[in-house]
């Protein structure tokens, strides 16, 4: 099971950047404003979408009683590109580095701003409880966790999404 930290010190591709937290209400929304870029990202749902380029911004959400941290994805003309939902076992805050982190569940769901949803990494899932990385009772934990996801990304009830929007600005450049 992987740490993974909102700062992405080890993301080799970004070769300019700066980093911000803000505190909002009970959450933690972090920005990775993406100066510059090797060369851009692209991920293709259906058609490809570019993920990461010179002044994207990469905003995350972290809250401690949701399984999962959404990472929204704005490009530089501020639109959102993607909600990226990494569903987690685990968050927390490194002091020394000043950056959430969240031990990745393995499954990921994305919401695109045409209301489509993508479910990924199921595979990952279950390879991970056939190789007792992740107990039964876990993966039924996750698959509990994301089932709600959906239905409230839906019904447009998601709270984290709500919380991005009311930080926002506290992240402007």
Known sequence: MEKKYADRLQWQRVTEREFSINRVDSSIVTCLFIEKVREPLFVTYEKKHCI???????????????????????????????????????????????????????????????????????????DALVAEIITQEQLLKIEAVTNKLVDSLKDKSEPLIRIFEKSRDNHEK
């Open 52 to 126: 990461a380029d010179n002044g994207y911004k990469w905003f995350q959400v972290f809250q401690d009683n949701l399984f999962y941290t959404v990472t929204i994805v704005v490009n530089s003309r501020e639109e959102i590109v993607q909600c990226y939902y990494d569903l987690c076992l685990e968050i927390g805050f490194d002091a020394n580095r000043q950056s959430p982190w969240f031990l990745d569940a393995y499954l990921d769901v994305v919401y695109l701003p045409s209301g489509d949803i993508f479910i990924l990494d199921e595979d990952e899932l279950q």
